[in-house]
């Protein structure tokens, strides 16, 4: 008995007739058709995508302000959301960046005004020339600049360096998002440094820096945005008793010998109380030289508050302390006073009288300056 393939078929036909299938044949075939279904599985799946992938693509001409001349110019809140941006070649413009962001530079400008909202790094200005502007930073720093003002709030020491005619001032600067964009940046509004300047290079003799009168008004030299601009919806006011960030007398000489040390332990409203406690004292005539917020350790607590480290070393655990200098004959007294009526509930650290009170003054700030690196 033949097999299939002994012979070969001698019928001609114009279509060959099909072979038959073996077991193997059949399986080789089943396996083919999954193969086949599989690649047309993989082929149709969408690519992968990555985190980097599904970030909203940015304009970087978005994130610059660069040859402009005799313009109103800058960037609404929202527009920025933390990137860095530049100024560049710009004369005579008036500039709002009234939005957090990363870093500014600022370079080759000339006769402008500019407002720049919290900056979590630094704000460097180069080769620029007659320039005011308010400004709250980690790190302030100028090269080859001359005459500036400035309206400073800089978390560390600002430095200058190969520049002349600087005069700073406190930072008072107030619209709506401010307070959030400090907090978005990482800054607090009770570190400000902006009267300890740095001179990188001095020159013997000569005096590059200064420091502004202390009644100076903010909006004389850095006017608020033109009534016809697109910032004109923004609600801008540089009253000191609006700004975010406590005006403080900084270096400048004090009025009065006595001082006290007023320390807040960190709790829900730390900064309502110390705001509360900053304007009650100025309505009784006391003035605002310095203000601090840091994280202590138990080792910290002794150092710093000695005697009655034992009964504070508890309420560091809960978070960073604020703490204020007031100024003025009678303070420890009337710092007291405003304590037990105004913070009965809230634990405090008060001078005790005037005889120590420059000893915890200058025992807290220093550690302060320390632990900052100033």
């Known amino acids: 008995m033949g097999c299939w393939f002994s012979k070969k078929s001698k019928r001609k036909s114009p279509e060959k007739e099909p072979t038959p299938?073996?077991?193997?044949?059949?399986?080789?075939?089943?396996?083919?058709?999954?193969?086949?279904?599989?690649?047309?599985?993989?082929?149709?799946?969408?690519?992968?995508?990555?985190?980097?992938?599904k970030r909203e693509k940015v304009d970087p001409k978005d994130f610059m302000l660069t040859g402009l001349k005799d313009a109103t110019v800058g960037r609404l809140p929202g527009k920025l959301n933390g990137q860095q941006f530049v100024i560049q070649d710009c004369d005579n413009c008036k500039i709002f960046v009234l939005d957090h962001s990363a870093t500014i530079t600022i370079d080759d400008c000339t006769n402008c005004c500019i407002v720049m909202g919290p900056v979590k790094g630094s704000v460097f200005f180069r080769d620029c020339k007659d320039i005011k502007c308010v400004v709250a930073c980690q790190q302030f720093r100028t090269r080859d600049c001359q005459k500036m003002e400035v309206f400073l709030c800089c978390a560390t020491q600002p430095i200058i360096e190969a520049s002349t005619g600087m005069k700073f001032g406190c930072f008072q600067y107030y619209y709506p998002e401010l307070a959030f964009h400090f907090k978005d940046a990482g800054l607090s509004i009770f570190n400000n440094n902006w009267s300890n300047v740095h001179d990188f290079t001095p020159v013997s003799g000569e005096t590059n820096w200064s420091l502004l009168p202390e009644d100076t008004v903010v909006l004389d030299h850095v006017p608020a945005p033109d009534p016809?601009?697109?910032?004109?919806?923004?609600?801008?006011?540089?009253?000191?008793?609006?700004?975010?960030?406590?005006?403080?007398?900084?270096?400048?000489?004090?009025?009065?010998?006595?001082?006290?040390?007023?320390?807040?332990?960190?709790?829900?409203?730390?900064?309502?109380?110390?705001?509360?406690?900053?304007?009650?004292?100025?309505?009784?005539?006391?003035?605002?030289?310095?203000?601090?917020?840091?994280?202590?350790?138990?080792?910290?607590?002794?150092?710093?508050?000695?005697?009655?480290?034992?009964?504070?070393l508890e309420w560091i655990t809960n978070g960073p302390v604020t703490a204020l200098e007031l100024n003025g004959d009678g303070v420890v007294e009337a710092c007291k006073s405003m304590a037990s009526d105004m913070f009965s509930g809230t634990k405090v650290f008060v001078s005790d009288n005037r005889n120590t009170s420059s000893r915890d003054v200058d025992n807290f700030f220093n550690f302060a300056d320390m632990q900052m690196g100033l």
């Open 21 to 53: 299938k073996t077991v193997e044949d059949k399986a080789n075939s089943s396996s083919n058709a999954n193969n086949i279904d599989l690649c047309s599985n993989t082929t149709e799946d969408p690519p992968k995508q990555y985190s980097w992938d």
């Open 228 to 312: 016809e601009s697109e910032f004109k919806s923004v609600r801008v006011s540089a009253e000191a008793s609006r700004s975010i960030v406590p005006m403080t007398k900084g270096g400048r000489r004090k009025e009065s010998d006595e001082s006290c040390l007023f320390v807040f332990f960190s709790g829900d409203y730390t900064t309502a109380n110390a705001r509360k406690l900053i304007d009650e004292a100025s309505g009784k005539g006391f003035v605002l030289i310095q203000t601090k917020e840091v994280s202590m350790r138990p080792e910290d607590v002794s150092r710093v508050f000695q005697n009655d480290a034992e009964g504070l």
